[in-house]
């Protein structure tokens, strides 16, 4: 019997192959694979990691037997040939997340994905005691998204020199942008994986903006800090290929082109759809793509758009965005709880709570960030660290309603909730505080109501059978909501 | 020695004259007078009163002897001459509410007028004791505007006929719209007349949509209740010129021409305009007229619109409305704070508080209205009587504060709150909780500092003088302001 190498589908299958040039290896040699299983082939472009080794890194979508076989440039690289037994999920592998059903989210096993996201855009920069804070907290945390920059941030609260950056050179701007810094990309492997083994889907930012200095009057400009934000397309490409190569593998990466991409002065709109088509067209596991506003929302019927991600505290209009672009909505900013001198970081936890409720409601997601002062600048909405508020357990409570409601959930016209007619009802009101609450259920079914208190977190149930026209009784406080159910025969 | 009548400027001069028609005295005798002091003239239009009496009123504008001469078709109202000596205008009489440097209101007096607004829709069409406990109420009230309707309102909540109809006939439906019921009429120059005693401005509500049925299947529509929001032009119109030729000359009259001007479903924009027009050019003493809107805006660029009047709960936008039309914003309505079943009546005191802070820091005004669910079903917001909320004494609170800030303050750029430049400056946090504000002072000046809580209603002065660029320390909670004003010399 001949050994195989056995690799649980949708984990990383890795092939590694030692080869030298005495030239650029990032630039002068290239590496692809053809993996095959049955009739599927799937084309995967390999990356140099340092040290003359080159790897190709696949997911298997199936199981069974994958054979490969690499082409290359490089003789050593070409004609390689391997093959693994992709085995059945287990634990709490699902495969990736996709859209489904228009605009909802599921595994790729089929199970549910209930987005509940959280922002450490610089957690992979920090040191390694606050960066294992970090995943201490999101293991506690209702957090299965973490959206993260590859490049640095410089930006208030955010004035610190990482200790590894993407690319070869002196910092802060002596850089050979025509070789990756292998140790930095390594230590990005690892906190994918971190964050895959707690089942949290790394949100990887390609590009942002926070690279500027402070305004310089004499320059009447900011200049660069590091300059990442500006390399020009063809490094900007070649940077986005490294990034597909190396980590498309990892089923729990989604990619968002920017954080605030027309904040982002160096790139037009038809860079950002030359990025979106490269991701789109280079990515053999097809992985979830999108691109988040400043105040300028993108074009999101754009084809490689995958989702809508947006910058926004007006939540109420998920089903607009719904209707306009048929994708899933993510509110994947929209503000953060804290305590900061700044608009976007200062809302209460109980306003963090309802734009998470009404986001639900109205058929999207939302994505939650935390600032609360502390001179130490450790503030979870960019380093990570520790959480300090008090939205993220009400954003568990909302978690746990969400996993119990049925699949297939729809808002429900103007003033309807959420839910699907004559089955299940959720309606939330919000920062209103009614007394009373009027509903119009089948006259014909029983229905059980519970009235759910989003702040204090508590369900208290209605007493007896709810049917036809009804008027509901509620405390005439804030953050309430009404579960209206098909009561079981 | 002549002996000559005495009026207050500002106050109403009434003539009365009786003649007798066997016709219609509404539709086949005019009366009106030319009013003159020394080069001034205003032609005022008189009214039948019922009784055989016709009454021509007048507010004189500046002191001195006034002389008057009628024109009527009828010859006893003919050719009437008199006198009389308008004095200085005493106590809280500082005449009627004008635009005053654009975007804000003054008395004639040029005395300042900040509006604190509120609703009592169908006060007048009350019992005697409920009329009485809304004047006690307003008296001890911050409130210095009421809206309120002529005619009487048919709609949840409302389901009362009223002792009086502004149209003889029968209700609900037969009625003689060539004749004014003029004992209704008496009854609302009481209610104008003790608002005015108490320094209330009257926002007079010409028309307004709450007069359907509700939805009648069979008929597949909802039918008028009274029909006095669908009469026709001609009648419309009459009732117009009656209103103008009555209320006139009571200086604490608005025109408000709709509530809701856009769910009147018989009346067309050109139809708002014409009604506009009409008023414009029939009131001799020049009211501010303005049209509420229910989702759609009025083009208040329309020249006989001499104030903004808006519902919409987005006070943030005042800045965008004072610089589209040059004109003073009242956002009359940004829902009710209360506790029944519908959106806009169900918001919290802290809401309500916000939407008047931040109206006013936006260089606007802002309308109260209160609707906590009673099964009495006498809601503030409509029939008047008590007040149960708890916003209205912030609204106080406010109303203290404005008094006391310098004249001339307006908004500051997009984040700079509300003042004058180097004088004083008022920041309003709203709902969000910093525990710092940055504010960039003049660094040759020194100011002193208020930290406001304006839901505790407290003012804390900050240790020190403050100059340059200064870092400002706040609790860490919602709804706070930070007032900066120069300081003595």
Redesign the interface.
């Known amino acids: 019997m001949q050994s195989i190498n056995e690799v649980e589908q949708w984990n990383v299958f890795e092939a590694a192959f030692e080869a030298h040039t005495d030239g650029n290896p990032f630039t002068d040699v290239s590496v692809r694979a053809t993996f095959r299983n049955g009739d599927t082939e799937v084309e995967v472009e390999g990356f140099y990691d340092g040290s003359d080794v080159y790897r190709i890194r696949f997911m298997p979508e199936s199981s069974g037997i994958w054979r490969y076989e690499t082409r290359s440039s490089h003789i050593a690289l070409d004609g390689q040939t391997g093959s693994f037994l992709a085995t059945q999920p287990t634990g709490n592998n699902r495969g990736p997340v996709r859209v489904h059903d228009t605009c909802d989210f599921a595994y790729a096993d089929s199970s549910r994905y209930v987005e509940l996201g959280t922002t450490c855009y610089a957690w992979i920069h920090q040191n390694e005691a606050l960066r294992e804070a970090t995943l201490r907290t999101l293991s506690a945390s209702p957090f299965n998204k973490v959206r993260m920059c590859v490049f640095p941030k410089w930006y208030p609260y955010n004035r610190v020199e990482p200790s590894l950056y993407p690319f070869e050179g002196e910092p802060p701007q002596m850089w050979d942008f025509s070789r990756f810094n292998t140790e930095f990309f390594q230590h990005l492997d690892r906190c994918v994986l971190e964050l895959r083994d707690r089942g949290v889907q790394a949100d990887i930012i390609l590009f942002h903006p926070y690279d500027e200095e402070e305004w310089v009057v004499e320059k009447r400009s900011r200049g660069p800090h590091w300059g990442f934000d500006r390399m020009g397309p063809e490094i900007d490409d070649r940077y986005v290929r490294y990034m597909v190569a190396r980590y498309a593998a990892y089923r729990n990466v989604w990619w968002s082109l920017a954080n605030e991409w027309d904040f982002v002065k160096a790139k037009s709109e038809a860079d950002w759809n030359r990025i979106g088509r490269l991701v789109s067209e280079s990515d053999p596991h097809n992985h979830l793509i999108s691109i988040h506003n400043g105040f300028r929302i993108f074009d999101h019927s754009q084809p490689w758009v995958t989702h809508v991600s947006l910058q926004s505290d007006r939540a109420w209009e998920a089903r607009d965005h719904r209707e306009r672009y048929r994708k899933p909505v993510i509110y994947d900013e929209c503000c953060y709880e ?4 700044h ?1 976007w970081g ?3 936890a109980e ?1 963090m709570t309802s734009h998470f409720w009404t986001s639900m409601v109205g058929g999207a997601y939302c994505g939650h960030g935390e600032t609360y ?1 502390d001179p130490t600048e450790e503030l979870w909405w960019s380093k990570g660290g520790v959480l300090r508020g008090q939205s993220a357990e009400r954003i568990a409570f909302l978690g746990q309603i969400m996993d119990r409601a049925p699949r297939g959930a729809q808002p429900l016209g103007q ?1 309807g909730g959420w839910g699907i007619e004559g089955e299940y009802y959720l309606i939330y009101l919000g ?8 509903v119009g259920l089948p006259q014909d079914v029983e229905f059980h109501g519970d009235l759910i208190d989003t702040w204090n977190m508590t369900i208290e149930s209605i007493p007896g059978k709810l049917s036809g026209n009804v008027e509901l009784h509620l405390p ?1 406080r ?1 953050y309430m909501a009404l579960r209206i159910s098909r009561a079981k025969q």
């Not at 804290?338 to 001198?341: K, Q």
């Open positions: 804290g305590t900061i001198e608009g200062n809302i209460t306003t002062y003033y920062n209103r505080q009614p007394v009373r609450h009027f005439g804030p």
